[in-house]
Each structure stands twice: as C-alpha cells, then as structure tokens.
C-alpha cells in the first residue's frame, strides 16, 4: 500500500520484551516509523529470549517475531551526550513509548514532565505492571504473575484442577493493544487541538478489563466465578458450553438448547431435562455428554449436529488448521527476510480498502540505523 495511515509519524520505542514492542509493531504496520532506543551492547532483553532455542542471526526468533518493521538506535540513557542525542529525537517525534517500572524515566529525565517541556505535542505512551500507585506498584510485571494476582487463572480448567494460565502472554498483547489504542485517539485529539497526552495502561488494568463480564456477576453477587467439573467453557455459561473428547478428537459445543442437542445426538439420557436445568444441573448434564460423545469419532458428531444447525466445531491443531480451506483464504502468513534466512510470522490482522497489511522488513540489527538517524538529527540542526 502507497500511503498507509501513520505514514509521516515518527514513534521512538523506550521498550523491551512484548507489551510496548507489540504497540509498536502495530504502529508500524499501519505505517509509522518506529525507532528502538536500545541500550548498547545488550539491547532490547528479548534479543536473548530464545524460545525452543529458535534464533535468526543473533537475535532470537521472538524478538524478530515482535520487532519486524522498526529500526534501532543505540543510546546510553546514562551518558549526557547520548542523553542530549535523545532529547534532540523527542523534539522531533510524534509519539514515544516505554515499559519501564515507575519512577525510571524520570530518573533519567524523561519522564512525562520533562519530555513535555522538550515537546508540548508529543504522545507519551507507558505500561506498567500494576499501575504508578499502591503496594504492587514495584512488583515484576511479568505476564504469568499478573494472570494469576487478577484472578484470570482461576476462570480456565475445571473445577477439579488447579488454576491454569492463558498458554500466550494474554496481558502483555492486551496490554500492547490497549496502548494503540489510547495512542491513536490522542492522534486524533491533537490533529484537532494541537495538543499532547499521557497515555497509561497497565498489564493488572488489561486484564482486569479482559475480565469485565466476569467481575460485574461478581461485584453484583459476590460469588466467586465457578467452574464447571467437566468440558468447562465459560464459569457463567450453562451446559453444554464447553470441550467434549470422542472416540477420536474433541469439539467444542457453544450455546445450544438442550433439547435440541438431545434430538441432534439422539442422546435419551439428555432428554430428561429441562432448559431451566442448564446451569443448575451444568455438571450432571455435561457428564451425560461427555460419556456419549465418547461413542463415535469427532467427525461424525460434528455431521449431526450441523444438520441441526448447531453451534459446534472440531477443535483442531496448527497442523490441521493450516490444511483448511478457510484458513488459507485468510492469507495470514507473511515472510519476513534477513540476509539469505527468512521466517514466517502472521501478517498485521487489519485490512485498509480490501489491501492486507504486510512488510518483509526484519527487526534492526542493534543499532543499525545509528548513523542513519544521527546524520538526519545533524541535517535539521543545521
């Protein structure tokens, strides 16, 4: 696409790991320049967080993975002179983003006050783990802690089994998004007004916002969400919500009336209850389920219930999901390249007029555009 929707902003990322990368890598699908300030030597942390040892040149796949689409600049946030180089860059950036924990950036002279004295236009975007106040404030900000101190993992799994975690790091890319987000109504706001803002999100508020159906029940009956003993789905849904293993696979069961779903399994044991006994009899009757549909193969059952025009699916594996039809037409895959090596990833989700939003440039080498951007400083000094 010619001319993409950020084209002409200039984003400097103060971020590591997946949180404030993961904004910025949205940023930068929908065309704005997104510069790393990357400490030197080390970098970004994620450059050494190899998953399954999995590495591209020498930085691992998931920082690549995260990165694609930016530069990167080098900076000793401690050294004056470096210090001053930064300064020059937010006077001339849109927008600026950081994870660090509370109080860092203004260690360092640039927390949101004294970049707005640089800047007075400037977006100023942070996450943090638990918010800039209270007992938690300085406590890791590491997606697993913060699953299970918001509650999220007690909503996964069945009732019998201990809490079980989201298997991504669900708060960091809700968090990332959250920030977008915030960051782009302030676009908007300062394309009106001509001015700034603060942005702030935190990965305990993302979550908890993720959670927002679940914890309105709760303040209304201050009950703690129940999960189901067997197939559990959702802790407020009703049977037969939920994942049902057969005699080969399992499938997923949305919600269906249960007289119907008795009709479309010809399951008699189902047959004796009533809709009324959904969630008051949500295990009993899941456990009816559960010991039928392990008669037949997946197949077969998914065959009966759509000639009843019921919500059910196969669930299904990477592997089997790549061979469907309806994932390929999506064309979710993008090739990102570095030097003779290529990896594929997933493509920025977003369509603008029917064109997809792809990018075959890598994450930066550390400091790769050092030079680059300190003789484009110099230029408009001069």
Same mark, same amino acid.
């Given at each position: 696409?010619?001319?993409?929707?950020?084209?002409?902003?200039?984003?400097?990322?103060?971020?590591?790991?997946?949180?404030?990368?993961?904004? #910025?890598?949205?940023?930068?699908?929908?065309?704005?320049?997104?510069?790393?300030?990357?400490?030197?030597?080390?970098?970004?942390?994620?450059? @050494?967080?190899?998953?399954?040892?999995?590495?591209?040149?020498?930085?691992?796949?998931?920082?690549?993975?995260?990165?694609?689409?930016?530069?990167?600049?080098?900076?000793?946030?401690?050294?004056?002179?470096?210090?001053?180089?930064?300064?020059?860059?937010?006077?001339?950036?849109?927008?600026?983003?950081?994870?660090?924990?509370?109080?860092?950036?203004?260690?360092?002279?640039?927390?949101?006050?004294?970049?707005?004295?640089?800047?007075?236009?400037?977006?100023?975007?942070?996450?943090?783990?638990?918010?800039?106040? #209270?007992?938690?404030?300085?406590?890791?900000? @590491?997606?697993?802690?913060?699953?299970?101190?918001?509650?999220?993992?007690?909503?996964?799994?069945?009732?019998?089994?201990?809490?079980?975690?989201?298997?991504?790091?669900?708060?960091?890319?809700?968090?990332?998004?959250?920030?977008?987000?915030?960051?782009?109504?302030?676009? *908007?706001?300062? @394309?009106?007004?001509?001015?700034?803002?603060?942005?702030?999100?935190?990965?305990?508020?993302?979550?908890?916002?993720?959670?927002?159906?679940?914890?309105?029940?709760?303040?209304?009956?201050?009950?703690?969400?129940?999960?189901?003993?067997?197939?559990?789905?959702?802790?407020?849904?009703?049977?037969?919500?939920?994942?049902?293993?057969?005699?080969? #696979?399992? *499938?997923?069961?949305?919600?269906?009336?249960?007289?119907?779903?008795?009709?479309?399994?010809?399951?008699?044991?189902?047959?004796?209850?009533?809709?009324?006994?959904?969630?008051?009899?949500?295990?009993?009757?899941?456990?009816?389920?559960?010991?039928?549909?392990?008669?037949?193969?997946?197949?077969?059952?998914?065959?009966?219930?759509?000639?009843?025009?019921?919500?059910?699916?196969?669930?299904?594996?990477?592997?089997?999901?790549?061979?469907?039809?309806?994932?390929?037409?999506?064309?979710?895959?993008?090739?990102?390249?570095?030097?003779?090596?290529?990896?594929?990833?997933?493509?920025?989700?977003?369509?603008?007029?029917?064109?997809?939003?792809?990018?075959?440039?890598?994450?930066?080498?550390? #400091?790769? @555009?050092?030079?680059?951007?300190?003789?484009?400083?110099?230029?408009?000094?001069?």
């Amino acid at each position: 696409m010619k001319k993409l929707p950020l084209q002409g902003l200039t984003v400097l990322e103060f971020s590591q790991y997946l949180s404030g990368p993961s904004a #910025g890598l949205r940023l930068a699908d929908l065309g704005a320049r997104v510069i790393k300030i990357e400490r030197p030597v080390t970098g970004d942390a994620c450059r @050494q967080l190899a998953i399954k040892n999995l590495w591209l040149g020498n930085s691992s796949l998931l920082f690549h993975t995260i990165n694609r689409n930016k530069e990167s600049f080098t900076a000793d946030l401690k050294d004056p002179e470096d210090l001053k180089i930064i300064k020059q860059l937010i006077s001339k950036a849109d927008v600026l983003t950081h994870n660090f924990r509370p109080g860092i950036m203004e260690k360092i002279g640039l927390g949101y006050d004294s970049v707005k004295k640089i800047n007075d236009r400037i977006i100023y975007a942070e996450i943090s783990g638990y918010g800039k106040k #209270g007992p938690w404030k300085n406590k890791p900000g @590491q997606d697993l802690l913060l699953q299970s101190m918001s509650g999220l993992a007690h909503t996964s799994g069945n009732d019998d089994q201990d809490p079980v975690p989201f298997g991504i790091a669900i708060a960091d890319i809700i968090s990332g998004t959250h920030l977008v987000h915030g960051i782009l109504a302030a676009l *908007i706001r300062r @394309q009106k007004k001509g001015i700034g803002a603060l942005i702030e999100v935190s990965l305990l508020e993302s979550l908890l916002d993720f959670q927002f159906e679940l914890l309105t029940t709760y303040f209304s009956s201050n009950q703690q969400p129940q999960r189901s003993k067997h197939s559990n789905g959702h802790t407020l849904l009703s049977a037969p919500y939920g994942i049902y293993a057969t005699a080969e #696979g399992f *499938i997923a069961i949305a919600m269906v009336p249960l007289a119907k779903l008795s009709a479309a399994l010809d399951c008699t044991a189902l047959s004796h209850f009533i809709q009324e006994d959904a969630f008051k009899k949500r295990d009993e009757i899941k456990e009816i389920i559960n010991q039928h549909l392990s008669q037949q193969p997946a197949s077969f059952w998914i065959k009966k219930l759509h000639q009843y025009d019921l919500w059910a699916m196969e669930v299904l594996d990477w592997l089997q999901m790549k061979k469907e039809e309806a994932y390929k037409v999506l064309e979710m895959e993008q090739t990102v390249g570095l030097d003779e090596k290529q990896f594929l990833t997933t493509r920025c989700p977003i369509r603008i007029n029917g064109k997809k939003l792809v990018s075959a440039k890598p994450a930066p080498l550390l #400091g790769e @555009q050092n030079e680059k951007i300190k003789s484009e400083l110099f230029n408009l000094i001069a």
